[in-house]
């Protein structure tokens, strides 16, 4: 891929074996992060400032809030960054933000840090699409490459995604309602249970029954998927136990072996249609234990199954400056704009 620095307009090749150190920032949420990344694969640097502390007063994250924490934490992140990789900004060959999707004023806090670093030392600017940097974790520390079938699983989204190339990705299903992870922090609100939801409620479900009660299954065609029925069953579960002690591990156990069992299901299926032989899971709930769990079991069909390292399932700019390394379709003007939604 040619990139062209801002400025001079001078070209610099990108990926496709070029021997590069992209600068990366990541804030569509609430973590701040920056990191840099040797060919898309080799970590020189990773920071991360989380604002789960701040957010978990309030039961999530309120965007104004995590906007305001960013512009006081971005510089001293990217300091840190530098300082751990021991790099100079001119030793940069790209400098990379990400455009969406995501909470717009968190956004425009790491894109417009991107730019103004890709301004102030001539070097090609790049965006990249969100879902796509947690798809790029795999290639983190491993030599995998596509095609591949990967499993995005996120507070914001969940997709079936047929990984033809780093030029190809098509969606061959998502989510018609709430996505895993929100699915997840929803039920575990119903329970009382703290924020972050999901991770208290995986790992309660480890002491639970997970055949203790059937819970139903989303009715959709294709690769789709469709959680909110779930939660409504939970929630009239949880009603049932009125007055009397709540069976929190089971109901957990329950919950999470019929969202784990639809998942890896429908990865099943993606995978015969395909002939693939091939499977990534991505985003901030593929570090659930029992998804995880099941999707490494598939490696007993002869599946090659690969999940980024915990700390690479979150939110942070390892991952996206790996995209900027892999993925073409990539935003590279400086007139770029975040986006709040999924670009098709």
């Not at 900027?324 to 007139?335: E, G, P, R, T, V």
Request: charged share 20%; glycine share 8%; aromatic share 8%.
């Amino acid at each position: 891929m040619i990139k062209k620095s801002l400025f001079t307009g001078k070209d610099v090749q990108i990926g496709d074996g070029a021997d590069n150190l992209i600068m990366a920032i990541e804030s569509s949420c609430d973590e701040t992060a920056c990191a840099i990344v040797k060919n898309g694969r080799e970590v020189i640097s990773n920071v991360v400032a989380s604002q789960i502390k701040t957010h978990e007063k309030y039961g999530g994250v309120i965007p104004e809030i995590a906007a305001r924490e960013h512009l006081e934490t971005i510089n001293p992140v990217i300091m840190e960054a530098f300082e751990q990789a021991n790099i100079n900004p001119e030793q940069i060959d790209a400098f990379v933000g990400t455009a969406g999707p995501g909470l717009v004023g968190c956004l425009l806090v790491g894109l417009n840090a991107a730019k103004t670093l890709a301004l102030i030392y001539d070097k090609p600017f790049i965006g990249i699409n969100h879902l796509y940097g947690h798809i790029s974790a795999n290639y983190i520390d491993t030599d995998i490459k596509p095609p591949f079938i990967a499993l995005l699983v996120s507070g914001g989204h969940t997709q079936i995604l047929n990984v033809i190339s780093n030029s190809d990705v098509v969606i061959m299903g998502e989510t018609v309602d709430d996505a895993v992870g929100e699915a997840y922090d929803k039920v575990a609100r119903l329970m009382g249970l703290p924020y972050p939801g999901g991770a208290t409620l995986d790992k309660l479900a480890k002491n639970g029954n997970p055949l203790a009660f059937k819970l139903p299954e989303g009715k959709v065609d294709g690769y789709n998927f469709s959680f909110s029925g779930l939660k409504t069953a939970v929630l009239r579960l949880v009603k049932s136990f009125d007055g009397q002690e709540l069976p929190i591990n089971d109901i957990c156990a329950s919950f999470q072996e019929c969202v784990s069992s639809t998942l890896v299901k429908k990865v099943k299926l993606a995978l015969k249609e395909t002939g693939y032989k091939q499977a990534v899971i991505a985003g901030g709930v593929a570090a659930n234990s029992e998804i995880r769990k099941k999707m490494f079991e598939l490696e007993a069909d002869g599946i090659r199954v690969h999940a980024p390292e915990m700390k690479y399932c979150t939110d942070n700019a390892a991952m996206t400056a790996s995209c900027a390394y892999f993925f073409s379709n990539s935003y590279d003007d400086a007139d770029t704009e975040v986006f709040s939604r999924v670009k098709k």
